[in-house]
């Protein structure tokens, strides 16, 4: 399955089929790269998945962003009639759907919108006139649609969507999750008959969406399964109906596996207008992908007393705030208040920020901080109105540099002990004995570079040439593994912190070379010039391998950079991890 470019191959539309009895599914969708936040960065489009339940009452559920609005209405007018729609049924609210539902009410007056108490508060604010037509749910509430479609409610609330809210439909036995068990992926495809290709797509989601409030996730697992679910229907991707059982059971592994992370960030935050959110996002990405666990904690929604107890376990922690009327807002200076009174004055620490035009909340958090003797574990981010593709991958990067920071940190106060068999995996740390060069492979999926940072290389061969390489579902494999996929192999130079820019997997567009000074190799792939010595490549056989896919691939010609140097090697204590 190949992975889309930038340029959309087919223009948006929406796919209505039936999914069950009296069920329709309508899928806004778009070819191209929808937005250019983290969680959309495969760049594989994306559906905004809608839900029609026809009964004696009539229930829509979760209309699409208003990017889709006039094509999402004008064929929703094709299978109902706007007047004889009851119900309007929201798993979460943001400004972006508000647009939809207004253009909604105005053909459909006499709906009632069905939510939770946070996303009802939010809607009265801005459309104070609805606030009649407004029903709160609870979890274990029910409403009755006739023909025995009975919808049950859960309220799933997480730091990122406090208005969380689910329904189950007791006939089709479907599980609406809205933004559970998605995938930002687009197809002709409905349900997931081929689930096997969707992994590295479902596992980026949870990643970006869900790794930072794991916690959360596995509360809301526990209330689905008191549900009879035979099929998960989703805000984005497939219908999940084959894999159901698998894919629960991956959201419970890779919970498990935050959670078991030897370090623990909290990250704290409010955000006003949702551009604090996404810088959030961001670091939490960088901080992921370098081991790291992450406790997201939104500061509207916590107590005190939450806050206390994410701050007094994390072993670093990292606040952010919007700036309002020249102030951070009350929940925040809060929480600040909680981490100058609670946290161990040795927790890295480290600060970020939106705002419109000063910027105070963001130098209040660095001054105060500073003050206290806390150790920055990052350059302050401060962030003008909505943050750019460039901005992000750089928020990404000081998630990524806070880590290594904090390994660093714990690695200091950390008294050396004996290694015995108690401690370390005898296997793995003979394993881990294994060393290889440091290299960044780079790779280009159209008029997009890519890089990622490995030391799984080998030579393989002697004539023709040849080099063998271990590459994850992750690092863009899908770029790598047909006879005559080509990249360039850059061996990078002891010494030389070129790694920085790079993560074990697939960056953001350009975005890791904006900083290198590069060249243009003669397969159109990127030649790092701070590099050892590179080595063009082009890829003649594979086989997957376990996690991995093996790549072999033909040296096509390659240069020597600098002959004074020595090649950068990665040691690693035990082969259980990178």
Same mark, same amino acid.
């Given at each position: 399955?190949?992975?889309?470019?930038?340029?959309?191959?087919?223009?948006?539309?929406?796919?209505?089929?039936?999914?069950? *009895?009296?069920?329709?599914?309508?899928?806004?969708?778009?070819?191209?790269?929808?937005? %250019?936040?983290?969680?959309?960065?495969?760049?594989?489009?994306?559906?905004?998945?809608?839900?029609?339940?026809?009964?004696? #009452?009539?229930?829509?559920?979760?209309?699409?962003?208003?990017?889709?609005?006039?094509?999402?209405?004008?064929?929703?007018?094709?299978?109902?009639?706007?007047?004889?729609?009851?119900?309007?049924?929201?798993?979460? $609210?943001?400004?972006?759907?508000?647009a939809t539902l207004k253009a909604l009410l105005s053909l459909a007056p006499?709906?009632?919108?069905? =939510?939770?108490?946070?996303?009802?508060?939010?809607?009265?604010?801005?459309?104070?006139?609805?606030?009649?037509?407004?029903? $709160?749910?609870?979890?274990?509430?029910?409403?009755?649609?006739?023909?025995?479609?009975?919808?049950?409610?859960?309220?799933?609330?997480?730091?990122?969507?406090?208005?969380?809210?689910?329904?189950?439909?007791?006939?089709?036995?479907?599980?609406?999750?809205?933004?559970?068990?998605?995938?930002?992926?687009?197809?002709?495809?409905?349900?997931?008959?081929?689930?096997?290709?969707?992994?590295?797509?479902?596992?980026?989601?949870?990643?970006?969406?869900?790794?930072?409030?794991? #916690?959360?996730?596995?509360?809301a697992l526990d209330k689905f399964s008191v549900f009879g679910a035979k099929?998960?229907?989703?805000?984005?991707?497939? $219908?999940?109906?084959?894999?159901?059982?698998?894919?629960?059971?991956?959201?419970?592994?890779?919970?498990?596996?935050? *959670?078991?992370?030897?370090?623990?960030?909290?990250?704290?935050?409010?955000?006003?207008?949702?551009?604090?959110?996404?810088?959030?996002?961001?670091?939490?990405?960088?901080?992921?992908?370098?081991?790291?666990? $992450?406790?997201?904690?939104? =500061?509207?929604?916590?107590?005190?007393?939450?806050?206390?107890?994410?701050?007094?376990?994390?072993?670093?922690?990292? @606040?952010?705030?919007?700036?309002?009327?020249?102030?951070?807002?009350?929940?925040?200076?809060?929480?600040?208040?909680?981490?100058?009174?609670?946290?161990?004055?040795?927790?890295?620490?480290?600060? %970020?920020?939106?705002?419109?035009?000063?910027?105070?909340?963001?130098?209040?958090?660095?001054?105060?901080?500073?003050?206290?003797?806390?150790?920055?574990?990052?350059?302050?981010?401060?962030?003008?109105?909505?943050?750019?593709?460039?901005?992000?991958?750089?928020?990404?990067?000081?998630?990524?540099? %806070?880590?290594?920071?904090? #390994? *660093?940190?714990? #690695?200091?106060?950390?008294?050396?002990? @004996?290694?015995?068999?108690?401690?370390?995996?005898?296997?793995?740390?003979?394993?881990?004995?294994?060393?290889?060069?440091? =290299?960044?492979?780079?790779?280009?999926?159209?008029?997009?570079?890519?890089?990622?940072?490995?030391?799984?290389?080998?030579?393989?061969?002697?004539?023709?040439?040849?080099?063998?390489?271990?590459?994850?579902?992750?690092?863009?494999?899908?770029?790598?593994?047909?006879?005559?996929?080509?990249?360039?192999?850059?061996?990078?130079?002891?010494?030389?912190?070129?790694?920085?820019?790079?993560?074990?997997?697939?960056?953001?567009?350009?975005?890791?070379?904006?900083?290198?000074?590069?060249?243009?190799?003669?397969?159109?792939?990127?030649?790092?010039?701070?590099?050892?010595?590179?080595?063009? =490549?082009?890829?003649r056989n594979q086989i997957q391998c376990g996690d991995r896919w093996l790549?072999?691939?033909?040296?096509?010609?390659?240069?020597?950079?600098?002959?004074?140097?020595?090649?950068?090697?990665?040691?690693? *204590?035990?082969?259980?991890?990178?």
């Amino acid at each position: 399955m190949s992975v889309a470019t930038l340029t959309p191959s087919r223009s948006r539309d929406v796919q209505v089929a039936e999914i069950g *009895k009296d069920t329709l599914i309508l899928r806004s969708r778009t070819w191209e790269r929808l937005k %250019f936040e983290v969680e959309y960065s495969r760049q594989r489009g994306t559906t905004a998945n809608s839900y029609l339940i026809q009964a004696d #009452k009539k229930a829509l559920i979760d209309p699409p962003g208003e990017s889709f609005t006039e094509i999402y209405l004008q064929q929703l007018a094709q299978h109902i009639d706007f007047t004889t729609l009851d119900y309007i049924i929201l798993g979460h $609210v943001n400004p972006n759907r508000r647009a939809t539902l207004k253009a909604l009410l105005s053909l459909a007056p006499q709906v009632t919108l069905i =939510c939770s108490r946070p996303a009802a508060n939010a809607l009265k604010t801005t459309f104070p006139e609805w606030e009649s037509r407004i029903q $709160v749910v609870r979890s274990e509430d029910n409403l009755d649609l006739g023909q025995g479609h009975n919808l049950s409610f859960m309220t799933v609330p997480t730091p990122r969507w406090a208005d969380g809210l689910c329904t189950y439909d007791s006939v089709t036995k479907v599980l609406y999750t809205d933004k559970f068990f998605g995938a930002h992926i687009c197809e002709d495809i409905l349900f997931d008959e081929d689930w096997k290709e969707l992994d590295a797509e479902r596992r980026y989601y949870f990643e970006c969406l869900h790794a930072p409030q794991a #916690k959360q996730v596995a509360v809301a697992l526990d209330k689905f399964s008191v549900f009879g679910a035979k099929c998960y229907a989703p805000a984005h991707g497939p $219908v999940v109906r084959y894999s159901l059982s698998r894919f629960t059971y991956d959201y419970r592994q890779w919970c498990q596996g935050q *959670k078991s992370q030897e370090l623990t960030v909290a990250l704290l935050y409010a955000s006003a207008y949702g551009n604090t959110a996404i810088v959030a996002d961001a670091i939490a990405q960088g901080l992921i992908q370098n081991g790291v666990n $992450v406790e997201s904690v939104n =500061c509207e929604l916590a107590d005190s007393a939450e806050i206390t107890q994410v701050v007094e376990a994390c072993d670093g922690l990292i @606040i952010g705030s919007p700036t309002l009327g020249g102030h951070a807002p009350t929940q925040i200076q809060t929480a600040l208040g909680i981490v100058l009174s609670t946290a161990a004055k040795t927790k890295l620490a480290g600060v %970020f920020g939106s705002y419109g035009w000063s910027g105070e909340a963001i130098d209040l958090l660095e001054s105060k901080l500073k003050d206290a003797n806390y150790r920055l574990g990052f350059e302050t981010i401060r962030v003008r109105f909505s943050p750019t593709p460039e901005i992000l991958q750089q928020c990404q990067l000081s998630g990524a540099t %806070f880590a290594q920071n904090l #390994k *660093k940190n714990k #690695k200091l106060r950390t008294p050396r002990q @004996i290694v015995t068999e108690t401690h370390v995996d005898r296997t793995a740390q003979a394993v881990g004995r294994i060393i290889g060069s440091l =290299c960044v492979v780079t790779t280009r999926d159209g008029e997009t570079h890519k890089g990622f940072l490995t030391s799984w290389i080998s030579q393989a061969t002697f004539n023709p040439p040849g080099i063998m390489i271990a590459i994850a579902q992750e690092q863009n494999a899908d770029l790598l593994h047909h006879p005559g996929d080509q990249f360039v192999l850059n061996i990078l130079k002891e010494g030389r912190n070129v790694r920085r820019y790079f993560s074990r997997y697939s960056t953001l567009g350009n975005n890791s070379f904006a900083n290198l000074a590069t060249q243009t190799a003669v397969n159109g792939c990127l030649i790092l010039t701070e590099a050892l010595a590179y080595l063009v =490549c082009t890829v003649r056989n594979q086989i997957q391998c376990g996690d991995r896919w093996l790549i072999y691939a033909e040296i096509e010609q390659g240069e020597v950079l600098e002959n004074e140097g020595l090649t950068a090697i990665e040691h690693r *204590k035990s082969g259980s991890d990178f």
